[in-house]
C-alpha cells in the first residue's frame, strides 16, 4: 500500500504516537461510565462511545484492560453512560484518576440516582443511557463492552456539551 502522504504539519505513518496525533484532531464528547461491579459502583472517563444500533438501542465503550479501573467494570453486568456538560470538569478529572480520589470521592462531586439497572446515573448529565451488558470482546489493549439501553434521560436544550480537542476541555 502507498505510503501516506504527509499534511503540512503532520507525519505519515501509523505507530502508536502517529495515530494518538492524529486522534487529538477529533473533537469528541467526554462522558463518565458508570458501573456496578464486583467491589460495588465504579466509574471512568472516557470518550471511547458509540451508538451501534437503535434495534434494540445499542451503544458500545472502550476501557482499556491495563487501566486501574478495569478490574472494578471487568464483571460489571449494567453500566450507564453519562455525557458530561460544561461545568463537569472536576467530574471528568476525578474519573480520569486525576488528583487521585477513592471512589467514594469521586462519586461525591456530583448528584446522582439510578434507573432501570441500578448503575448510578448523574443527575446533571446532557444525556444517560443506562444499559445492561449484552456482549464483550477484547480488542488489541481494550476490552469493548456493548449494552442493550433500558432508559435514558436527557438535559436542557440549552445545555452546553463538555468535549476534548487537541488534548484538551472545550466546552461547546
Ligand atoms: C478526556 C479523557 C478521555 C478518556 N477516554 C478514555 C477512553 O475512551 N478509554 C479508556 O480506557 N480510558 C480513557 N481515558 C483514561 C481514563 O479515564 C483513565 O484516566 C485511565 O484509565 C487511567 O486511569 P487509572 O488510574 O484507572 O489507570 C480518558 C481520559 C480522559 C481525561
Redesign the pocket.
Known amino acids: 500500500m502507498a505510503e501516506q502522504e504527509a499534511g503540512e504539519t503532520g507525519v505519515s505513518g501509523a505507530d502508536g504516537a502517529t495515530f494518538r496525533q492524529a486522534m487529538s484532531r477529533l473533537s469528541?464528547q467526554?462522558h463518565v461510565i458508570t458501573g456496578i461491579g464486583a467491589k460495588g459502583r465504579c466509574g471512568?472517563?472516557?470518550?471511547?462511545?458509540a451508538s451501534v444500533s437503535d434495534d434494540p438501542p445499542t451503544v458500545l465503550?472502550?476501557?482499556?484492560r491495563?487501566?486501574?479501573?478495569?478490574p472494578l467494570f471487568e464483571d460489571a453486568k449494567v453500566f450507564c453512560i453519562n455525557t458530561l456538560a460544561g461545568e463537569h470538569v472536576p467530574v471528568?478529572?476525578a474519573?480520569?484518576?486525576?488528583g487521585?480520589l477513592d471512589t467514594d470521592a469521586r462519586f461525591a462531586l456530583a448528584d446522582w440516582t439510578t434507573m432501570e439497572t441500578g448503575a448510578p446515573v448523574l443527575k446533571a448529565a446532557l444525556a444517560s443511557f443506562d444499559c445492561r451488558v449484552s456482549q464483550v470482546i477484547d480488542m488489541a489493549t481494550?476490552r469493548i463492552f456493548f449494552g442493550v439501553v433500558e432508559a435514558t434521560t436527557n438535559g436542557a436544550d440549552t445545555a452546553r456539551a463538555l468535549t476534548?480537542y487537541n488534548r484538551g476541555?472545550v466546552v461547546c
Open positions: 469528541q467526554v471512568v472517563t472516557v470518550t471511547a462511545v465503550f472502550c476501557l482499556n491495563s487501566s486501574r479501573t478495569f471528568a478529572d474519573f480520569a484518576g486525576r487521585n481494550h476534548y476541555y
